[in-house]
């Protein structure tokens, strides 16, 4: 349930757990990615563009190299602008 995982991660960050949080979503990061990539209903939703352009900002803000399993799928999201004004 989605409002269950907000309410948790909520508490850990506010607990000062942020590496753990950011170690969990990155950890997930790659199966939703290609879960999106590899849908065609999933890729043409409203809001896919919007999740993609975001994953790759996740990485690129922790200057964390994209996993192998989805480098190919990053490499062609669009950049974001702030992603072009401060990389």
């Known amino acids: ?21 950011s170690k969990t979503y990155g950890n997930a ?10 849908d ?7 809001m896919a563009d919007l999740a993609l352009s975001s994953a790759r900002l996740f990485y690129i803000c922790t200057k964390t190299d994209f996993p192998t399993e989805i480098v190919e799928i990053m490499n062609k999201v669009r950049p974001r602008p702030c992603e072009i004004l401060d990389p």
Request: without cysteine.
């Open 1 to 21: 349930m989605e409002l269950t995982d907000k309410a948790f991660f909520g508490r850990l960050l506010r607990e000062g757990n942020a590496e753990m949080v």
């Open 40 to 46: 065609n209903e999933l890729r043409s939703a409203r």
């Open 29 to 38: 990061m790659p199966q939703f990615v290609s879960s999106i990539h590899g």
